[in-house]
């Protein structure tokens, strides 16, 4: 049975690692988090200590480690900034990390993780859940077969309300901004279906939408994405959708608003298995964003216009 710590545990994704860490049969021995409301430790292990110090936390699994009981794996829920510094409290446990999106928020940290995971010996994963999301893998299947170059309109709206711009989410430096706290999955998307970057555009970028014109080694793609659930589709939002994913592919759409939350047990399984996603998994979409984060918006063309750009 794999033993494991996290952090993060009062956090609004938590709840789904503490599920997928009972279903690959599991044990958390170790919760930290700075705030205290964590109640929903009791619901699946009830028995995890508990901290409200990194400092604390650490020291117990160090520990836990030299009396040969170690944690296997630090699960990692904290905001992005921390990333980076919690993957290393992980390696100086002698644990891998099975860390959120975005992994780290510059390409720059990217070869630092991987230097260090050389030094410790020890693993750096990350959920990048889309990749297996069924429709979305038997998708990567069929364009696989048919190769070519496709036109794409990829639209990827996750309504949030005004807590989000009062939150750490908002905050560039603490989240990266919209393009990598939420678009980090959908450039994932992007690359792992149509390869590389050859050129990109911005043509929006506001505090909770941005758009624009990608080119990829097999698709030309216009997107589109926003945290204002007032650009989800009238007739879904009629029936009190705030989510609405969608990629169109010559016209035909495929939609995969639905599924999304189940599968972060998949994630761990493959983790456990040693087929997660790593440094150079997550390197993609991080340079992807880190790149339009430097680009000047600029006014779309014809036909490289997402059709929700004005
Ligand atoms: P959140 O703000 O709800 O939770 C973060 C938690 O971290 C909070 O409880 C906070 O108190 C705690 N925290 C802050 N600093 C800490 C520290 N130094 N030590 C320990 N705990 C600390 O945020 P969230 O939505 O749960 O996001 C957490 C992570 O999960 C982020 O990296 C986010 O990008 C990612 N996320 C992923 C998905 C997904 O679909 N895969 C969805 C949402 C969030």
């Known amino acids: 049975m794999k033993r494991f710590a996290l952090t993060g545990a009062a956090g609004y994704i938590a709840p789904r690692h503490l599920k997928a860490i009972q279903e690959v049969g599991g044990e958390l021995v170790a919760a930290l988090d700075v705030v205290d409301a964590v109640g929903a430790l009791d619901r699946y292990f009830p028995e995890a200590a508990f901290f409200l110090h990194p400092e604390l936390f650490e020291a117990h699994l160090e520990d836990l480690r030299d009396r040969g009981e170690g944690v296997d794996y630090v699960s990692i829920c904290v905001p992005n900034f921390l990333h980076g510094a919690h993957i290393r409290m992980a390696f100086r446990v002698g644990a891998d990390a099975l860390c959120e999106k975005p992994l780290v928020l510059e390409p720059s940290e990217l070869d630092r993780l991987a230097e260090l995971e050389a030094r410790s010996g020890r693993r750096v994963w990350t959920v990048l859940q889309l990749r297996v999301h069924p429709a979305l893998v038997a998708l990567r299947e069929r364009l696989l077969g048919e190769g070519g170059v496709k036109d794409v309109e990829l639209t990827y709206i996750t309504g949030r309300g005004p807590w989000y ?16 706290n939420i678009g980090v999955h959908f450039f994932d998307l992007l690359h792992w279906l149509f390869g590389a970057l050859e050129r990109a555009e911005l043509h929006v970028r506001t505090a909770t939408t941005m758009a624009g014109y990608l080119e990829l080694e097999r698709a030309r793609v216009r997107w589109f994405l926003s945290i204002d659930a007032r650009h989800v589709p009238e007739a879904l939002r009629a029936q009190g959708q705030r989510t ?3 990629i169109r592919i010559e016209g035909e759409e495929v939609e995969f608003s639905g599924g999304f939350t189940e599968l972060h047990t998949e994630v761990y399984r493959r983790t456990l298995a040693g087929a997660g996603f790593g440094i150079e998994a997550a390197r993609a979409a991080i340079e992807t964003v880190d790149r339009l984060r430097r ?16």
């Open 295 to 310: 680009l000047e918006v600029v006014r779309a063309r014809n036909g490289q216009r997402h059709s929700l750009v004005a």
């Open 244 to 246: 609405y994913r969608s």
């Open 165 to 180: 711009l009062r939150s750490w989410k908002a905050r560039e430096e603490l989240s990266g901004g919209v393009a990598m």
